[in-house]
């Protein structure tokens, strides 16, 4: 089992920044990719951005790509996504997953088998 905690959402105006964390505990062995997924209300979950835990492949949605930055320390299960130049449209529900997804299905949620509980962003115009 791998747990995963969510920190850092909140409340900001369009073009501001927030940072969002994801700390796994547990087997974290048994992932190989931690992502970031999003959710808003009567809508599927949509990718964001996925890493693999040893940091060599790095997957981000046409949506955020130069604006947003998944990253994480060496040596600590915790990533972060540094979000940049907010929209409106980023509003939702953010989820961090884990898990074992291939290079061509990482913006697949059903590839990953652990989520966090979630951290509210809500970006205002």
């Known amino acids: 089992q791998v747990a995963l905690v969510e920190s850092g959402g909140g409340f900001v105006q369009a073009g501001g920044s927030l940072r969002l964390s994801c700390t796994a505990s547990?087997?974290?062995?048994?992932?190989?990719?931690v992502g970031w997924f999003r959710q808003t209300p009567g809508k599927r979950r949509d990718f964001v951005a996925a890493?693999?835990?040893?940091?060599?492949?790095?997957y981000y949605d046409h949506s955020v790509m130069g604006r947003f930055t998944i990253s994480k320390a060496n040596g600590i299960r915790t990533v972060t996504l540094q979000m940049n130049s907010l929209k409106p449209e980023d509003t939702a529900v953010y989820y961090c997953?884990?898990?074992?997804?291939?290079?061509?299905?990482?913006?697949?949620?059903?590839?990953?088998?652990?989520w966090g509980r979630g951290t509210q962003v809500t970006v205002s115009s």
């Open positions: 997953a884990s898990g074992r997804p291939g290079s061509t299905n990482y913006d697949n949620e059903n590839k990953y088998n652990y």
């Open positions: 890493m693999s835990w040893s940091g060599t492949d790095i």
């Open positions: 547990g087997r974290t062995s048994d992932s190989r990719v």
